[in-house]
């Protein structure tokens, strides 16, 4: 089941590549499954949104599921509502095609232009947005806890690309308002895919510490042959990019944090015939949220199945020893 989350400013009737004033957003539900262009979610409002995401629980608690998962998902630079959609149906329909279902997902919709000439004017809404965000985070976080012992279930985080960058600035400001997190942690699994923040942001005393700090465990999925993190450095000032270079030091990782390279299946020839939503060919840059093989990884990762024992991947020989915080798929 999909849900929505957006900051976007309605313009003409249509949310666009603005903000909503005063860090206001909006709780969509009961999307309607309709065919691409025609598809919307129906019904607004914070209450309806949470008696909606309780029923779902609560429904699969009774079909069997003991642990139902509950993920939030952060687009990145260049997609405009509807391709926010877009993503989210895709992720949804690759989750289901290789396990048969998909864990609930919520997007969070922040309004990128659309455009990928936008690339720096991205990523000031991204700024300009996160205040929403982490208001979103407070107001989830006392929902979850509110009904945990009602309806257990178990939380994700997945972001792609300049998705990071709102990941990492919202768990910042969330730091400020709650602490460091003690006892249940806000996600239980966090994935970052193909992120378009520094490689040393997420290492012990980086910018993106509090990404782990919120988590259980972190996983980043990176591939040297992501030409769109590259065009990224040169912006960024020549930075590495988390998402093309891993991680700049494996010592200075917290514990909870693994790095996975996918770049046996993420390059041209690997996602060759893979098509998003709207019939065009997936990008390498995309290639972590349509490989099939990299899906496995990530469908283990949500399962929270010990690192080691991932199956399709194999430890990296960093330092003279295999490692236990860097992997390759193979």
């Known amino acids: 089941m999909l849900f929505m989350v957006t900051n976007r400013r309605i313009v003409k009737g249509e949310y666009g590549d603005e903000e909503q004033l005063n860090h206001k957003f909006d709780y969509l539900y009961a999307y309607n499954n309709e065919e691409r262009g025609k598809d919307k979610f129906d019904s607004s409002g914070k209450k309806g949104f949470e008696v909606a995401l309780l029923a779902e629980l609560n429904r699969r608690r009774a079909a069997g599921e003991n642990t139902p998962q509950v993920g939030i998902y952060l687009h990145g630079y260049n997609n405009d509502y509807q391709a926010s959609i877009d993503e989210l149906v895709d992720l949804d329909a690759a989750f289901s095609k290789l396990n048969g279902s998909s864990p609930i997902l919520i997007g969070f919709s922040w309004p990128s232009s659309g455009r990928t000439s936008h690339y720096l004017s991205d990523r000031e809404e991204v700024r300009d947005s996160v205040s929403a965000f982490t208001r979103f985070l407070i107001e989830m976080n006392d929902f979850i806890t509110k ?60 910018k993106g510490k509090y990404i782990a700090q919120f988590s259980r465990r972190v996983h980043v999925y990176y591939t040297k042959h992501d030409r769109a993190l590259k065009a990224s450095s040169a912006k960024r000032f020549g930075a590495n990019r988390l998402g093309r270079h891993g991680a700049n030091d494996y010592c200075n990782l917290v514990d909870n944090v693994v790095v996975i390279d996918a770049k046996q299946y993420a390059n041209k020839e690997g996602i060759k015939g893979y098509k998003d939503r709207v019939g065009e060919q997936v990008s390498v840059h995309s290639s972590h949220r349509y490989h099939e093989d990299i899906l496995k990884d990530i469908t283990q990762v949500l399962a929270s199945i010990d690192r080691e024992q991932i199956r399709g991947r194999e430890a990296l020989d960093d330092y003279g020893i295999p490692m236990t915080n860097h992997y390759r798929l193979k």
């Not at 919202?170 to 996600?187: A, I, K, N, Q, V």
């Open 147 to 206: 009904n945990e012992q009602d309806c257990f279930s178990s939380t994700f985080c997945i972001a792609h690309s300049m998705g990071n960058y709102m990941l990492r600035k919202g768990l910042e400001y969330l730091s400020d308002h709650l602490g460091c997190p003690t006892g249940r942690m806000l996600f239980d699994e966090t994935v970052l895919l193909a992120p378009d923040i520094a490689s040393k942001d997420i290492e012990r005393d980086g």
